[in-house]
Protein backbone atom coordinates (compact mmCIF):
# COMPACT_ATOMS: atom_id res chain seq x y z
CA UNK A 1 0.00 0.00 0.00
CA UNK A 2 1.60 3.28 -1.02
CA UNK A 3 0.32 6.89 -1.06
CA UNK A 4 1.23 9.89 -3.45
CA UNK A 5 0.36 13.27 -2.66
CA UNK A 6 -0.30 15.34 -5.99
CA UNK A 7 0.29 19.00 -5.46
CA UNK A 8 2.98 18.91 -2.62
CA UNK A 9 2.56 22.74 -1.40
CA UNK A 10 2.61 23.30 2.29
CA UNK A 11 -0.54 21.55 3.29
CA UNK A 12 0.46 18.33 0.42
CA UNK A 13 4.16 18.05 2.23
CA UNK A 14 2.45 18.42 6.05
CA UNK A 15 0.35 15.25 5.72
CA UNK A 16 2.43 13.63 3.32
CA UNK A 17 4.95 14.30 6.52
CA UNK A 18 2.71 12.66 8.84
CA UNK A 19 1.82 9.59 7.13
CA UNK A 20 5.40 8.91 6.08
CA UNK A 21 6.42 9.55 9.63
CA UNK A 22 3.71 6.49 10.77
CA UNK A 23 5.33 4.52 7.63
CA UNK A 24 3.62 5.23 4.62
CA UNK A 25 5.28 4.97 1.19
CA UNK A 26 4.33 8.63 0.19
CA UNK A 27 5.89 9.97 -2.65
CA UNK A 28 5.40 13.78 -3.34
CA UNK A 29 5.00 15.33 -6.78
CA UNK A 30 5.05 18.82 -6.92
CA UNK A 31 7.30 21.36 -8.34
CA UNK A 32 10.87 21.00 -9.41
CA UNK A 33 12.20 23.67 -6.88
CA UNK A 34 10.64 21.33 -3.94
CA UNK A 35 11.82 18.34 -5.93
CA UNK A 36 15.16 19.28 -6.27
CA UNK A 37 15.12 20.43 -2.17
CA UNK A 38 13.77 16.89 -1.28
CA UNK A 39 15.74 14.83 -3.61
CA UNK A 40 19.02 16.32 -2.21
CA UNK A 41 18.22 16.61 1.85
CA UNK A 42 14.95 15.16 2.35
CA UNK A 43 11.76 16.81 3.47
CA UNK A 44 12.92 18.89 6.64
CA UNK A 45 9.59 18.36 8.99
CA UNK A 46 9.32 21.27 11.86
CA UNK A 47 6.42 20.59 14.27
CA UNK A 48 6.42 21.21 18.34
CA UNK A 49 9.41 23.03 18.36
CA UNK A 50 11.36 19.54 16.91
CA UNK A 51 12.84 19.90 13.10
CA UNK A 52 13.64 16.21 11.45
CA UNK A 53 14.46 15.24 7.78
CA UNK A 54 12.40 12.40 6.11
CA UNK A 55 13.56 10.50 3.25
CA UNK A 56 10.84 10.08 0.16
CA UNK A 57 10.94 9.76 -3.12
CA UNK A 58 9.86 12.58 -4.59
CA UNK A 59 9.26 13.90 -8.20
CA UNK A 60 7.45 16.22 -10.83
CA UNK A 61 6.15 13.77 -13.02
CA UNK A 62 2.37 12.80 -12.53
CA UNK A 63 2.45 9.41 -13.66
CA UNK A 64 3.85 8.17 -10.03
CA UNK A 65 0.62 8.04 -9.20
CA UNK A 66 0.78 4.75 -10.56
CA UNK A 67 0.24 2.22 -8.30
CA UNK A 68 -0.89 4.57 -4.92
CA UNK A 69 -3.93 3.13 -3.27
CA UNK A 70 -4.61 6.67 -2.32
CA UNK A 71 -3.70 9.95 -3.81
CA UNK A 72 -4.33 13.14 -1.67
CA UNK A 73 -5.05 16.05 -4.18
CA UNK A 74 -3.57 18.94 -2.69
CA UNK A 75 -3.64 21.87 -5.91
CA UNK A 76 -4.95 24.91 -5.53
CA UNK A 77 -8.51 25.22 -6.57
CA UNK A 78 -8.20 26.73 -10.02
CA UNK A 79 -5.57 23.39 -10.98
CA UNK A 80 -7.97 20.95 -9.76
CA UNK A 81 -9.15 19.97 -13.33
CA UNK A 82 -5.85 19.98 -15.30
CA UNK A 83 -4.37 18.39 -12.11
CA UNK A 84 -7.46 15.33 -12.36
CA UNK A 85 -6.77 15.02 -16.37
CA UNK A 86 -3.07 14.66 -15.28
CA UNK A 87 -3.21 11.94 -13.18
CA UNK A 88 -6.05 10.13 -14.80
CA UNK A 89 -4.18 7.99 -16.92
CA UNK A 90 -1.97 6.37 -14.53
CA UNK A 91 -4.34 6.19 -11.45
CA UNK A 92 -4.40 2.47 -10.47
CA UNK A 93 -8.79 0.92 -10.80
CA UNK A 94 -9.17 0.97 -7.40
CA UNK A 95 -7.38 3.53 -5.80
CA UNK A 96 -9.15 6.36 -3.72
CA UNK A 97 -8.78 9.95 -4.42
CA UNK A 98 -8.98 12.81 -1.45
CA UNK A 99 -9.08 16.00 -1.86
CA UNK A 100 -7.13 18.57 0.47
CA UNK A 101 -8.31 21.61 -0.71
CA UNK A 102 -9.73 25.18 0.02
CA UNK A 103 -12.99 26.01 -1.37
CA UNK A 104 -16.03 24.30 -2.63
CA UNK A 105 -16.69 21.73 -5.66
CA UNK A 106 -13.04 20.57 -5.70
CA UNK A 107 -14.19 16.65 -5.12
CA UNK A 108 -16.98 17.04 -7.58
CA UNK A 109 -14.62 18.26 -10.13
CA UNK A 110 -12.26 15.18 -9.96
CA UNK A 111 -15.26 12.95 -9.73
CA UNK A 112 -16.32 14.28 -12.67
CA UNK A 113 -13.11 13.81 -14.31
CA UNK A 114 -11.28 10.69 -12.79
CA UNK A 115 -14.88 8.87 -13.30
CA UNK A 116 -14.99 7.47 -9.81
CA UNK A 117 -16.09 9.17 -5.88
CA UNK A 118 -13.01 11.52 -4.67
CA UNK A 119 -13.44 12.25 -1.20
CA UNK A 120 -14.00 16.42 0.22
CA UNK A 121 -12.18 17.08 3.25
CA UNK A 122 -11.72 19.97 5.02
CA UNK A 123 -8.47 20.60 5.86
CA UNK A 124 -7.89 22.72 9.66
CA UNK A 125 -4.42 23.43 10.11
CA UNK A 126 -1.97 26.37 9.84
CA UNK A 127 1.37 25.42 7.72
CA UNK A 128 3.91 27.04 5.30
CA UNK A 129 6.74 26.50 3.17
CA UNK A 130 9.00 28.14 4.89
CA UNK A 131 11.99 27.01 2.12
CA UNK A 132 11.56 24.61 -0.29
CA UNK A 133 11.57 21.17 1.43
CA UNK A 134 11.13 22.74 4.82
CA UNK A 135 7.22 22.39 6.32
CA UNK A 136 6.53 24.14 9.20
CA UNK A 137 3.72 23.44 10.86
CA UNK A 138 2.21 26.09 13.17
CA UNK A 139 -1.15 25.12 14.86
CA UNK A 140 -3.90 22.53 14.51
CA UNK A 141 -4.84 19.82 11.68
CA UNK A 142 -7.66 17.99 11.89
CA UNK A 143 -9.74 16.94 8.59
CA UNK A 144 -13.16 16.29 8.59
CA UNK A 145 -13.91 14.07 5.58
CA UNK A 146 -17.52 13.32 3.82
CA UNK A 147 -19.05 9.97 3.82
CA UNK A 148 -18.34 8.97 0.72
CA UNK A 149 -17.29 5.17 -0.32
CA UNK A 150 -14.23 4.23 1.41
CA UNK A 151 -14.30 7.12 3.87
CA UNK A 152 -13.68 5.58 6.90
CA UNK A 153 -10.45 3.08 5.65
CA UNK A 154 -9.07 6.49 5.15
CA UNK A 155 -10.12 8.16 8.10
CA UNK A 156 -8.56 5.39 9.92
CA UNK A 157 -4.89 5.47 8.26
CA UNK A 158 -5.02 9.30 8.95
CA UNK A 159 -5.65 8.56 12.30
CA UNK A 160 -3.12 5.73 12.89
CA UNK A 161 -0.71 8.69 11.78
CA UNK A 162 -1.55 10.99 14.26
CA UNK A 163 -4.00 13.47 12.27
CA UNK A 164 -7.45 13.81 13.96
CA UNK A 165 -9.95 13.28 11.55
CA UNK A 166 -13.46 12.48 11.68
CA UNK A 167 -16.43 11.92 8.89
CA UNK A 168 -19.16 13.53 8.49
CA UNK A 169 -22.18 14.15 6.95
CA UNK A 170 -22.09 16.90 7.43
CA UNK A 171 -18.78 18.15 4.95
CA UNK A 172 -20.39 20.28 2.76
CA UNK A 173 -21.77 22.59 5.04
CA UNK A 174 -18.19 22.14 6.74
CA UNK A 175 -16.74 23.19 3.63
CA UNK A 176 -18.94 26.32 3.40
CA UNK A 177 -17.94 26.85 6.85
CA UNK A 178 -13.89 26.89 5.91
CA UNK A 179 -14.98 28.85 2.52
CA UNK A 180 -15.71 31.52 4.92
CA UNK A 181 -13.39 31.78 6.92
CA UNK A 182 -11.01 32.03 4.02
CA UNK A 183 -12.82 34.95 2.69
CA UNK A 184 -13.20 36.80 6.01
CA UNK A 185 -9.66 36.34 6.52
CA UNK A 186 -7.60 35.45 3.88
CA UNK A 187 -7.53 38.73 1.59
CA UNK A 188 -6.96 40.74 4.84
CA UNK A 189 -4.43 39.27 5.68
CA UNK A 190 -2.86 39.14 2.09
CA UNK A 191 -3.16 42.91 1.21
CA UNK A 192 -1.91 43.85 4.17
CA UNK A 193 0.80 41.71 4.77
CA UNK A 194 -0.14 40.82 8.49
CA UNK A 195 -0.85 38.09 10.33
CA UNK A 196 -4.55 37.82 12.06
CA UNK A 197 -3.72 38.48 15.76
CA UNK A 198 -2.52 41.62 14.23
CA UNK A 199 -6.02 42.09 12.21
CA UNK A 200 -8.38 41.88 14.93
CA UNK A 201 -6.45 43.60 17.17
CA UNK A 202 -8.12 46.82 15.00
CA UNK A 203 -11.22 47.84 16.46
CA UNK A 204 -13.00 48.73 12.72
CA UNK A 205 -11.90 45.02 11.96
CA UNK A 206 -14.77 43.00 13.55
CA UNK A 207 -17.44 45.04 11.66
CA UNK A 208 -15.75 44.43 8.58
CA UNK A 209 -15.49 41.09 8.85
CA UNK A 210 -18.82 40.50 10.36
CA UNK A 211 -20.26 42.30 7.05
CA UNK A 212 -17.77 40.13 4.67
CA UNK A 213 -19.54 37.33 6.91
CA UNK A 214 -22.75 38.52 6.40
CA UNK A 215 -22.42 38.58 2.63
CA UNK A 216 -21.23 35.00 2.68
CA UNK A 217 -24.00 33.69 5.12
CA UNK A 218 -26.54 35.25 2.28
CA UNK A 219 -25.44 33.24 -0.78
CA UNK A 220 -24.68 29.92 1.01
CA UNK A 221 -28.77 30.20 2.24
CA UNK A 222 -29.72 31.12 -1.33
CA UNK A 223 -27.47 27.79 -2.25
CA UNK A 224 -28.83 25.80 -0.02
CA UNK A 225 -26.35 25.02 3.03
CA UNK A 226 -27.27 27.48 5.61
CA UNK A 227 -24.40 28.16 7.78
CA UNK A 228 -24.09 27.57 11.47
CA UNK A 229 -25.40 30.83 13.30
CA UNK A 230 -22.07 30.94 15.24
CA UNK A 231 -20.13 31.00 12.32
CA UNK A 232 -19.11 34.59 12.78
CA UNK A 233 -17.70 33.93 16.29
CA UNK A 234 -15.78 30.75 14.82
CA UNK A 235 -14.26 33.06 12.32
CA UNK A 236 -13.04 35.62 15.25
CA UNK A 237 -11.79 32.05 17.38
CA UNK A 238 -10.08 31.36 14.80
CA UNK A 239 -8.05 34.67 14.26
CA UNK A 240 -7.71 34.65 17.89
CA UNK A 241 -6.12 31.35 18.22
CA UNK A 242 -3.78 31.62 15.66
CA UNK A 243 -2.71 35.17 15.94
CA UNK A 244 0.95 34.91 14.32
CA UNK A 245 -0.47 33.13 11.39
CA UNK A 246 -0.24 35.04 8.05
CA UNK A 247 -2.91 33.44 5.81
CA UNK A 248 -1.80 31.31 2.46
CA UNK A 249 -3.29 33.71 0.16
CA UNK A 250 -0.65 36.31 1.82
CA UNK A 251 2.08 33.59 2.00
CA UNK A 252 1.25 33.13 -1.86
CA UNK A 253 1.30 37.07 -2.50
CA UNK A 254 4.53 37.10 -0.95
CA UNK A 255 6.14 34.79 -2.41
CA UNK A 256 5.00 35.22 -6.27
CA UNK A 257 2.75 32.76 -6.58
CA UNK A 258 -0.54 32.60 -8.15
CA UNK A 259 -3.10 32.56 -5.01
CA UNK A 260 -6.73 30.47 -4.56
CA UNK A 261 -8.91 34.61 -4.59
CA UNK A 262 -11.12 33.55 -7.18
CA UNK A 263 -12.32 30.31 -5.83
CA UNK A 264 -12.64 32.17 -2.37
CA UNK A 265 -14.12 35.90 -2.46
CA UNK A 266 -13.99 35.07 -5.86
CA UNK A 267 -16.52 32.25 -5.73
CA UNK A 268 -18.98 34.27 -3.19
CA UNK A 269 -18.87 37.02 -5.94
CA UNK A 270 -19.55 34.99 -8.63
CA UNK A 271 -22.47 33.42 -7.11
CA UNK A 272 -23.70 36.53 -5.46
CA UNK A 273 -24.00 37.80 -9.17
CA UNK A 274 -25.54 34.59 -10.50
CA UNK A 275 -28.67 34.64 -7.14
CA UNK A 276 -29.10 38.36 -7.97
CA UNK A 277 -27.61 39.38 -4.23
CA UNK A 278 -25.03 42.23 -3.33
CA UNK A 279 -21.67 41.13 -2.25
CA UNK A 280 -19.59 44.05 -2.85
CA UNK A 281 -17.12 43.60 0.03
CA UNK A 282 -16.22 39.94 -1.53
CA UNK A 283 -16.21 40.98 -5.35
CA UNK A 284 -13.85 44.29 -4.31
CA UNK A 285 -11.56 41.71 -1.89
CA UNK A 286 -11.46 39.51 -5.06
CA UNK A 287 -10.27 42.03 -7.28
CA UNK A 288 -7.61 43.40 -4.98
CA UNK A 289 -5.80 40.03 -4.35
CA UNK A 290 -6.01 39.57 -8.30
CA UNK A 291 -4.47 42.72 -9.26
CA UNK A 292 -2.00 42.46 -6.87
CA UNK A 293 -1.10 39.24 -7.77
CA UNK A 294 -0.42 40.39 -11.58
CA UNK A 295 1.62 43.34 -10.05
Not at 79 to 90: G, K, S, V, Y
Not at 126 to 152: I, M, N, Q, S, Y
Not at 174 to 195: E, F, G, I, M
Amino acid sequence: MSIAVFGAGAVGCYYGAMLARAGEAVTLIGRPALVQAVQSRGLRFEKDGRVETLSLPATTDPAAVAGADLVLVAVKSPDTEAAARAIAPHLAPGAGVLSLQNGIGNAAILSAVLGRPALPAVVYVAVALTAPGHVTHKGRGELVLGDGPGADSVAARLMAAGVPCTVSPQAETALWVKLTVNCALNALSALTRQPYGTIIARPDAEPTIRAIVAECQAVAQASGVPLPAEILAQVLRIAETMPGQLSSTAQDLMAGKPTEIASLNGEIARRGAALGLPVPLNRALALMVGLAERA
